[in-house]
């Protein structure tokens, strides 16, 4: 046996195999929120409670159309990336940061956010800006299936913009 034992050494051998997943350099930033990251984490993994994906799980045999737009099916990937509402969302935030331009489908939206360019500031508040626009359509999509609110499409004001900034 070795005599090389360190703390690092001792570490990496209680935290066993890890399996390097791909997102994990776009929601580990500190520039996000903690209730930001946790949806991206959702998200990223394909594991967001969506209604179709809930009723795999659960005897629910009720509405399973998307609680924003009432067109498709509520799957992960419609509700973050393709209805109305979140491109209403995706648009109005790329026209005010350099977010870049997606298919509306999970491999495509994961393989851009990857290529973004700019400096590692600016790509941590890319990556914060995406995270915070996963968890405003969460909470828009919660507040309208839960609370019967209905929301309009997303706005910014310069007023707003410049609170932000």
Known sequence: ????????????????????????????????????????WLFFQQRAPAKQRLAKFTNQTGE???GLCNEEGEMPEHLFLSCCWAKELWYLLSSRWPIPHFNPKYDS???????????????HITYAIVAAALYQIWRVQNAKVFDHKSLLAPTFSNHTMEQVA
């Open 1 to 40: 046996m070795s005599s090389s034992y360190s703390i690092k050494v001792g570490y990496f051998w209680m935290l066993g195999d890890r399996i390097y997943q791909p997102w994990n350099s776009i929601i580990r930033n500190r520039t996000m929120l903690p209730r930001h990251t946790f949806t991206a």
């Open 64 to 66: 399973l159309l998307c």
């Open 109 to 123: 939206f994961f393989r851009v956010l990857k290529r973004t360019k700019g400096t590692q500031k600016q790509k």
